[in-house]
């Protein structure tokens, strides 16, 4: 006699739906697994050679550097000087490299302090190219005193090169405060009716490279 047990139904039942949405999911999860394997089974690293950046002179991009400012009390004209000079004498060819400066605050004093730090530059930028310096804010090369050493024409390069970022930072000192220097000259009419949260575009092209050669990068300035 058959026992009666072995007729009993199941007490679940296997019903297969299909979704491609989750098998699509599956599927991406598994080829990120593939993917990390691959990485995990052949590692690699990059190593750069910026050294060899003069060799590839003509195939490099253009590159456009912003530096903004609102304030000429919260953020001193020196601080912004420091800051241009060290862009324009990044090493990177000289036809290549814009700088603009961006001042909400549309203060003549802060547009003074540029243009006399565009004099400087033709000094600064060919001395960091020069000794090939690493550190290109002059506020902060020149934290150090010069160590002894027995190269001369560096040396005197350096106290030249010290000694007119001294007379800048001077300028820009005697200038703060002083609100009546910059009605006398052409060069700042536009700053005469200008206030910092009412006026109009300002635009100055302190240092424009037409040629595209030697050292001068194009420096412009709005307001």
Known sequence: MADSSS???PLCERISKKSYVLRAMDLTILGLLFSLLVAKWSPAEYKPYPDRLNERVHGLPSVDMFVTTADPVQEPPIIVVNTVLSLLAVNYPANKLACYVSDDGCSPLTYFSLKE??????IWVPFCKKYDVKVRAPFRYFLNPLAEIEDFEFAKDWEITKREYEKLCQKVEDTTGDCQWWN???DFKDFSNSKPNDHPTIVKVIW???????????FKVSA
């Open 117 to 122: 730090a565009s004099k400087f530059a033709k």
């Open 208 to 218: 424009e490279n037409k040629g595209g050669f030697g050292d001068a990068k194009e």
């Open 184 to 186: 006398a000259d052409d």
């Open 7 to 9: 007729f009993l139904p």
